[in-house]
């Protein structure tokens, strides 16, 4: 039998993996990235008030108005999947509807047609959206799981991303 020291997280532990991601080498909408954990955190453990305000703070750095993302948002959507899936989340429902916000955006896309030269930049904010997108299309299988929620809010904007991850 193998011992784990008490220093460890278990695999199960939720968020046990944002210490892995370099948040202070990638930029949201305010510069750094590296409140982000602490962020995702509030909504995972704080009460219903602090876990609206950390997500509605970590939404205006992600996906700035419902539609614009920046680098650290496709490093984002896995640890919004896992809070969705948590019961004792309490804002889930719009966890869910930002990831949708995220599934749906093409502001770069759409800028970039108008602007080619948005491609040419060092940064490309295109790339950003894409990954962001494929972030959040890798983990539909969770969809059957959330959809089967009591919780009509939940279910809801749960079938609002079902619906958009189908296009």
């Not at 896309?109 to 295109?126: D, F, G, I, Q």
């Not at 962001?132 to 969809?143: K, N, T």
């Amino acid at each position: 039998m193998r011992h784990t020291p008490p220093t460890e997280v278990a695999p199960t532990t939720p968020l046990a993996a944002l210490s892995r991601v370099p948040w202070a080498d990638m930029q949201d909408s305010t510069g750094s990235a590296a409140a982000v954990p602490l962020l995702l955190n509030s909504i995972a453990w704080g009460d219903a008030d602090t876990a609206r305000a950390a997500l509605e703070d970590l939404r205006k750095r992600i996906c700035q108005y419902g539609f614009v993302t920046e680098q650290a948002t496709a490093a984002v959507v896995p640890f919004l999947w896992e809070l969705a899936r948590l019961p004792h989340v309490t804002c889930r429902a719009r966890i869910i509807q930002l990831l949708r916000a995220i599934a749906d955006a093409r502001q770069w896309e759409s800028t970039a047609t108008a602007y080619p030269k948005l491609l040419n930049r060092r940064e490309n904010p295109v790339v950003w959206e894409r990954k962001a997108r494929q972030a959040v299309r890798a983990r539909r299988d969770d969809l059957d799981r959330l959809l089967a929620e009591e919780d009509t809010e939940i279910a809801r904007a749960t079938t609002e991303l079902a619906r958009a991850l189908a296009d």
